[in-house]
């Protein structure tokens, strides 16, 4: 069944940071775009054990209780010296107040004299249809972390995440620097390839 055309989609996340950065992203493909937190849909609770299961989760319940297409963003932080921690409960490290300062404390007393820093964001877009169908999307982005944290853009764990063969944090560039090499940029590319036949 043919499923492009997409016109409009739901945004699976109540991270308004995370939204407009995937919007930002679809605005090329004259995608009209809504979060589900501007919707006032309750977030499912996340039981998969991988960034992909964890995005067709929200991605399936965005898109059954819209009735729209949804797409969702599951992704986080992986520490190698961490055995890949926080992972899929990069989130919830921050806590119900999504105190990522605290988040990025505990990475950084966890690795304690580690000399390993290096890590990875991952990104897993899943694209999902009020019929349940799905496709997934996953994009890496490859850096070492630093502290203490540097600069007060972007989110989340930006500030200590600096990509390789870049001097500055995801935090202390610039939205548009940022951008063009993060995770979910690479993610988007492998969706933009899905969408080219409708552009």
Known sequence: MDRLPITELVIASHNAGKARE???????????????????????????????????IKAQAAAER??????????GLSVAALGGAPGIHSARWAGA????????ERVERELGEAVDRSASFVCCLCLA??????????GRC????????RGDHGFGYDPIFRPLG??????????????????????FEKFAA??????
């Open 166 to 187: 870049h001097d500055e944090t995801f935090g202390e560039m610039a939205p548009e620097e940022k951008h063009a090499i993060s995770h979910r940029t690479r993610a």
């Open 97 to 104: 107040a999504r105190d990522f300062r605290a988040a990025m």
């Open 129 to 138: 249809w009020p019929d349940g169908e799905y496709r997934c999307f996953e």
């Open 194 to 199: 899905y969408l080219l036949p409708a552009a």
């Open 66 to 75: 819209s009735g729209l297409v949804a797409l969702a963003d599951d992704s």
């Open 22 to 56: 995937i919007a930002a992203l679809l605005a090329p493909y004259d995608i009209k775009t809504i979060s589900t937190g501007e919707l006032g849909l309750p977030e499912p609770e996340e039981t998969g054990k991988t960034f992909a299961e964890n995005a067709a």
């Open 142 to 149: 490859g850096g070492t972390l630093v502290w203490p944290p």
